[in-house]
């Protein structure tokens, strides 16, 4: 028997928007309705496996029932562009999942709903619809079962007649006329006032029917039954108004909503697009031709280099090659390298590491540290790392393929070779996954494919650089790459081979007391609760939450109560337990995360961590570090501010000096808008939120009190990611009415920001693109898309990225200019740490006073604004100490 899995789509999507946290991929592309919708989706085709698959969509605000009621949905607030701009990211999901898709205009999902469960109904055909809408459970029959998302999207609820009969004492269809006694907010369907579900139950147990009740009006007493006679016509349209209708004209046949199953290809793509890593991870790895590049593979010579042919290599190397070093793993700190490509004097060779090792090699890597031997490489940064723990110095890298690729376009969020050589219509190469396998059946292959794949790297490289260098000319983005871009990644090398000391006895010591608070945390608990559980436990402590203690259990999933952050914050006013319990998960958080966490990140060696920035992973230009993050570790809590307190100076005397920009982004915002009140801020010194409450709110400096100015930082941030109202009304916990006036108060103040956004949006609309101060670009095709959700989130985008990533360009720009000054005045002081707008070095205690004073001035000097860069610094004998 076929089987009908039909989705709600507006109404699940709004489920996952509201049951997740805001998400966002690098791109700045809001993704949590989109992450919730896709589990959704997997978990329904795990489950119930679909012969037949659809999504119906509302086609539009305005359907046949404004016609009778214009009112009708009238008092639901506008959706917040954080979802709206993801429901054609939804529907590019499905295409992706081959899930057909279904609106029509005039009509709801429900109508569509319930057309196709009458089909259904008269074939005989199982169906399953998926729903947040309680309207639905009028289409309950032997056929048709109804799942009900409950609080979120994990959690649904399963009705047939048989459970809407024990649940509400109702049949299906008497669900309609539930409605249209009690009626319905969200939906504006006014039914008789008074009346809520209790009472439409009980009126429907007696009578059976909104008619049978008005009829029997009479028999009511006192004031319900003036409301009833008085509503009547109410609640007989209030009952039409949540009759789903189940006429509409639909040409599709059954057979075009059979399943196919998911395009591997296009899924991959999309995963790779939105950035839900863990969903990529669990598909099965790309089978043969489904990444294929459509290229065909040129003929290559090779050479794969033995002891007797190692000196001609070496003489072949000549001044210039392009250079690939193939690095086995993620972290190239404690990567493996399973050899080098060269592409020089016309010829490509292999040479396998243990080769460059030998005794036969040092000519090799006395080339490779060669300043002035001109190397090509793609990823120069990764290389560079992982042949220096391998005591090979790789210098004088003069193009890299992966940064260029990144700065022609930073949305790309997988760059890889093949992919480059597909974009730029080089020879096809195979992807490493092919070659290599993935996970557990990674091997390498035989001498011959392995160096041939190698090779193929290598001479790739060298097609790409002339391709790439006239692309970076074309796109003014030339001063950008060799200035800044391709010095940088040398700089990040250096920062990350030295690494940051860190006291792991501290540490240890650290941990010690953040257990002793947990005991102390966990007895309190058990004292409250009256019994020792498993706190760890979502079972057990829902237990003990909602049936011992009697707490109102506001959700619950499959396995028993939901216990989750949310529920728990809402239970805070009823009892003591739940502070402590939310403290408690804190600081076993720390503990398992921060402390045992970066115990095992300290090289056994070096007694450091050395962390690994990647330069082309954020759209903005923004830097990011991973084994360990050290740009997440938590300081809005004490505790967790103190984990900074293990970061230390490698050298007894010395000290760490941290320097912050102080509202760097704000400044550029000064800068790039013109805006004379903010100029004037920032040019006399002020407080710039202090100042924007006073502008806003009309008063003086004396009469700002904390609220207003914590208002006002909301928005001056907000502004800069483009936040909406709806985004600003979460952040201060206000009313979106409240927080769109506050917009509106901001931008009459400050024209200048205002005009700034209308100019940056048609730029974009004209060129397809916006750029930073420096020329860094972010392509904006959406910005001229007919949708209006996904052209409104390229304006925001447009808005936003010349701000965020100019920011990004500057401290980028201080740290090259760091790194050259001092070399230039042979300063022993050590560049460590790049946290955001912050800077960390560790000095010796007598060059603390230059340092002191070169560190704020270079970074304020990176580049020339209109308002002054600052810099605050501090030190002390930890970094702890330097704020």
Same mark, same amino acid.
């Given at each position: 028997m076929d089987k009908l899995v039909i989705i709600d789509g507006n109404s699940i999507a709004n489920r996952a928007f509201?049951?997740?946290?805001?998400?966002?991929?690098?791109?700045?592309?809001?993704?949590?309705?989109?992450?919730?919708?896709?589990?959704?989706?997997?978990?329904?085709?795990?489950?119930?496996?679909?012969?037949?698959?659809?999504?119906?969509?509302?086609?539009?605000?305005?359907?046949?029932?404004?016609?009778?009621?214009?009112?009708?949905?009238?008092?639901?607030?506008?959706?917040?562009?954080?979802?709206?701009?993801?429901?054609?990211?939804?529907?590019?999901?499905?295409?992706?999942?081959?899930?057909?898709?279904f609106e029509l205009?005039?009509?709801?999902?429900?109508?569509?709903?319930?057309?196709?469960?009458?089909?259904?109904?008269?074939?005989?055909?199982?169906?399953?619809?998926?729903?947040?809408?309680?309207?639905?459970?009028?289409?309950?029959?032997?056929?048709?079962?109804?799942?009900?998302?409950?609080?979120?999207?994990?959690?649904?609820?399963?009705?047939?007649?048989?459970?809407?009969?024990?649940?509400?004492?109702?049949v299906p269809l008497q669900i309609i006329d539930l409605k249209g006694l009690m009626g319905d907010s969200s939906d504006n369907i006014p039914g008789i006032p008074g009346v809520g579900e209790k009472t439409a139950l009980k009126m429907l147990l007696e009578y059976g029917s909104v008619e049978e009740v008005l009829s029997h009006a009479s028999e009511l007493k006192g004031k319900m039954k003036e409301k009833v006679e008085q509503h009547a016509q109410d609640a007989i349209m209030s009952k039409e108004l949540a009759t789903i209708f189940r006429e509409v004209p639909m040409s599709s046949e059954w057979d075009s909503?059979?399943?196919?199953?998911?395009?591997?290809?296009?899924?991959?793509?999309?995963?790779?697009?939105?950035?839900?890593?863990?969903?990529?991870?669990?598909?099965?790895?790309?089978?043969?031709?489904?990444?294929?590049?459509?290229?065909?593979?040129?003929?290559?010579?090779?050479?794969?280099?033995?002891?007797?042919?190692?000196?001609?290599?070496t003489e072949s190397l000549g001044d210039s090659a392009a250079l690939h070093v193939e690095v086995i793993g993620e972290n190239p700190h404690q990567a493996d390298i399973v050899g080098l490509s060269f592409f020089a004097?016309?010829?490509?060779?292999?040479?396998?590491?243990?080769?460059?090792?030998?005794?036969?090699?040092?000519?090799?890597?006395?080339?490779?540290?060669?300043?002035?031997?001109?190397?090509?490489?793609?990823?120069?940064?990764?290389?560079?790392?992982?042949l220096a723990w391998k005591g090979t110095p790789l210098a004088g890298v003069n193009f890299d393929c992966l940064l260029a690729a990144y700065l022609l376009d930073p949305t790309e969020s997988t760059l890889t070779l093949n992919g480059m050589a597909y974009k730029h219509a080089l020879p096809?190469?195979?992807?490493?996954?092919?070659?290599?396998?993935?996970?557990?059946?990674?091997?390498?292959?035989?001498?011959?494919?392995?160096?041939?794949?190698?090779?193929?790297?290598?001479?790739?490289?060298?097609?790409?650089?002339?391709?790439?260098?006239?692309?970076?000319?074309?796109?003014?983005?030339?001063?950008?790459?060799?200035?800044?871009e391709l010095p940088l990644a040398g700089v990040l090398s250096e920062m990350e081979m030295k690494g940051i000391k860190v006291d792991a006895s501290g540490l240890r010591l650290f941990g010690e007391e953040l257990s002793k608070q947990l005991e102390g945390m966990m007895k309190r608990i058990y004292e409250h609760a009256g019994l020792e559980f498993n706190i760890n436990?979502?079972?057990?402590?829902?237990?003990?939450?909602?049936?011992?203690?009697?707490?109102?259990?506001?959700?619950?999933?499959?396995?028993?109560?939901?216990?989750?952050?949310?529920?728990?914050?809402?239970?805070?006013?009823?009892?003591?337990?739940?502070?402590?319990?939310?403290?408690?998960?804190?600081?076993?958080? #720390?503990?398992?995360?921060?402390?045992?966490?970066? %115990? =095992? &990140?300290?090289?056994?060696?070096?007694?450091?961590? *050395? @962390?690994y920035y990647r330069q082309t992973?954020?759209?903005?230009?923004?830097?990011?570090?991973?084994?360990?993050?050290?740009?997440?570790?938590?300081?809005?809590?004490?505790?967790?501010?103190?984990?900074?307190?293990?970061?230390?100076?490698?050298?007894?005397?010395?000290?760490?000096?941290?320097?912050?920009?102080?509202?760097?982004?704000?400044?550029? #915002?000064?800068?790039?808008?013109?805006?004379?009140? %903010? =100029? &004037?801020?920032?040019?006399?010194?002020?407080?710039? *939120? @202090?100042?924007?409450?006073?502008?806003?709110?009309?008063?003086?400096?004396?009469?700002?009190?904390?609220?207003?100015r914590r208002q006002a930082k909301a928005v001056n941030f907000g502004i800069v990611y483009g936040i909406s109202d709806y985004g600003l009304s979460q952040n201060l916990g206000i009313t979106r009415k409240e927080a769109a006036t506050f917009i509106e108060q901001y931008f009459a103040v400050f024209q200048g920001v205002r005009k700034y956004m209308d100019d940056i949006v048609l730029e974009a609309r004209q060129?397809?693109?916006?750029?930073?101060?420096?020329?860094?670009?972010?392509?904006?095709?959406?910005?001229?898309?007919?949708?209006?959700?996904?052209?409104?989130?390229?304006?925001r985008t447009a808005m936003n990225t010349p701000i965020q990533g100019t920011a990004a360009d500057i401290i980028k720009l201080a740290m090259v200019q760091m790194s050259q000054r001092l070399q230039q005045d042979k300063l022993q002081s050590r560049m460590l740490l790049q946290v955001h707008d912050e800077l960390v070095f560790e000095v010796p205690e007598d060059e603390l006073e230059i340092m002191e004073r070169i560190v704020p001035e270079v970074m304020a000097g990176a580049l020339k604004l209109d308002v002054p860069l600052r810099a605050d610094v501090n030190y002390g004998l930890t970094w702890y100490e330097t704020k």
């Open positions: 509201y049951a997740l946290p805001l998400l966002s991929n690098s791109s700045g592309l809001h993704t949590n309705a989109v992450f919730g919708f896709t589990t959704m989706l997997l978990r329904l085709i795990e489950e119930q496996k679909p012969t037949h698959f659809l999504v119906a969509f509302d086609a539009g605000k305005i359907t046949f029932r404004h016609k009778d009621y214009k009112e009708y949905k009238g008092g639901r607030t506008k959706t917040p562009p954080e979802l709206s701009e993801q429901f054609p990211l939804i529907k590019e999901l499905l295409r992706a999942f081959r899930i057909p898709q205009e005039g009509y709801e999902a429900d109508d569509i709903i319930g057309t196709l469960t009458r089909l259904a109904d008269e074939k005989g055909e199982e169906v399953l619809v998926v729903s947040g809408d309680k309207d639905m459970l009028q289409l309950a029959s032997n056929h048709v079962t109804i799942a009900l998302t409950r609080k979120g999207i994990s959690d649904v609820e399963l009705y047939n007649p048989e459970e809407i009969k024990e649940r509400y004492g109702l909503f059979q399943y196919p199953g998911i395009d591997p290809q296009a899924l991959r793509a999309f995963y790779r697009k939105l950035e839900f890593k863990s969903l990529l991870e669990k598909m099965e790895p790309a089978g043969e031709g489904e990444d294929s590049l459509g290229q065909a593979e040129e003929k290559l010579a090779f050479i794969a280099v033995t002891e007797d042919s190692l000196a001609e290599l004097s016309d010829k490509c060779w292999y040479l396998p590491f243990e080769l460059l090792l030998s005794e036969g090699g040092a000519g090799i890597k006395s080339w490779l540290a060669d300043e002035t031997k001109k190397k090509q490489l793609f990823d120069s940064h990764k290389a560079r790392l992982a096809a190469i195979r992807a490493d996954e092919d070659v290599f396998g993935k996970g557990a059946k990674f091997r390498l292959p035989e001498l011959a494919a392995l160096s041939e794949h190698l090779c193929r790297k290598a001479d790739t490289i060298r097609r790409a650089v002339p391709v790439l260098e006239q692309e970076l000319d074309k796109s003014e983005m030339r001063d950008l790459f060799f200035e800044l436990s979502p079972k057990q402590l829902g237990e003990i939450l909602f049936e011992k203690l009697g707490l109102p259990a506001y959700k619950k999933t499959k396995t028993g109560y939901s216990t989750d952050a949310e529920v728990l914050e809402r239970l805070a006013p009823y009892h003591d337990i739940i502070a402590e319990i939310l403290n408690y998960r804190q600081i076993a958080k #720390l503990q398992s995360t921060y402390v045992e966490g970066l %115990l =095992k &990140e300290v090289r056994e060696e070096t007694g450091k961590v *050395h @962390t992973i954020a759209a903005t230009g923004r830097l990011s570090s991973q084994f360990p993050n050290l740009q997440n570790i938590p300081i809005r809590l004490e505790e967790g501010r103190k984990i900074r307190k293990v970061f230390v100076p490698s050298k007894p005397g010395w000290q760490i000096l941290a320097a912050d920009y102080s509202q760097i982004e704000l400044r550029v #915002l000064a800068h790039i808008s013109q805006d004379d009140n %903010l =100029k &004037e801020a920032f040019l006399q010194n002020m407080d710039i *939120h @202090t100042k924007t409450a006073m502008d806003v709110f009309g008063v003086a400096a004396d009469q700002v009190d904390s609220n207003m060129n397809g693109y916006v750029t930073t101060l420096l020329q860094r670009r972010r392509y904006l095709p959406e910005i001229t898309a007919s949708n209006f959700n996904i052209r409104s989130f390229a304006e």
